[in-house]
């Protein structure tokens, strides 16, 4: 049966990157996808942007972010325990403006809040094969260019357990070789592309309405 991952919770219903989306999106999808960014005082947020008005996440304490954030509680953002999150969780980890210092400061926290269960991933495919034996937990490389196939690929061959998280476009390239029971298609929202994915030998989908295209299980 191929996984449903829902797009940072329920998006359409529920502010997203909040526990209250997570945790109502398990009702219909088996993993569900959230941003994991860090803070200036080291403190992990479920957020997608890196920045709030002009300024940067990554510069703002907990205290001056809950001044700031105009779109729902702190609270339901803050990750300080995998008890937080009721089921399987796919982490992607935001390091577009990190420095490499910062980077590893991220990675060793969020290594004592994955379980075993979850898949770990990011766009930076060099802090992921960096920890990656440091991980309790799957992990896996993001990308939507198709030159990056090639050598996601490559990686593919070095490492059967890494898992490939691909914008829905690229598996209709005729330079798609990767494995298939190790690659999730994202973001997924149009219920044709969907039921035809489904059809597919893949491991999941990634959609922002998990209430919609769970209807289309087999």
Not at 14 to 21: D, K, L, P, V
């Amino acid at each position: 049966m191929r996984k449903i991952f829902g797009h940072r919770g329920l998006p359409r219903i529920y502010q997203e990157n909040t526990f209250s989306s997570i945790n109502k999106a398990f009702e219909y999808c088996d993993f569900v996808e959230t941003d994991v960014r860090i803070t200036k005082d080291n403190q992990l947020i479920l957020f997608h942007d890196p920045n709030i008005g002009d300024d940067l996440i990554k510069d703002l304490t907990l205290s001056e972010l809950d001044l700031v954030l105009e779109d729902g509680s702190l609270e339901d953002r803050v990750l300080t325990s995998r008890d937080q999150i009721d089921g399987k969780a796919n982490f992607e980890i935001k390091t577009d403006t990190l420095e490499d210092a910062e980077v590893d400061i991220l990675f060793q926290i969020m290594l004592s809040i994955l379980n075993d269960q979850d898949i770990i991933t990011s766009f930076n495919w060099k802090a992921i094969q960096s920890f990656k034996h440091l991980f309790n937990c799957h992990y896996g490389v993001i990308f939507d260019k198709e030159e990056e196939l090639f050598e996601a690929r490559s990686l593919s061959l070095h490492d059967e357990n890494l898992f490939f998280m691909t914008h829905h476009n690229l598996i209709d390239s005729r330079n798609f070789d990767l494995p298939k029971h190790k690659t999730v298609l994202w973001t997924v929202n149009d219920e044709k592309d969907f039921q035809r994915y489904m059809e597919m030998e893949i491991y999941g989908i990634v959609t922002d309405i998990p209430d919609t295209m769970q209807l289309y299980r087999k």
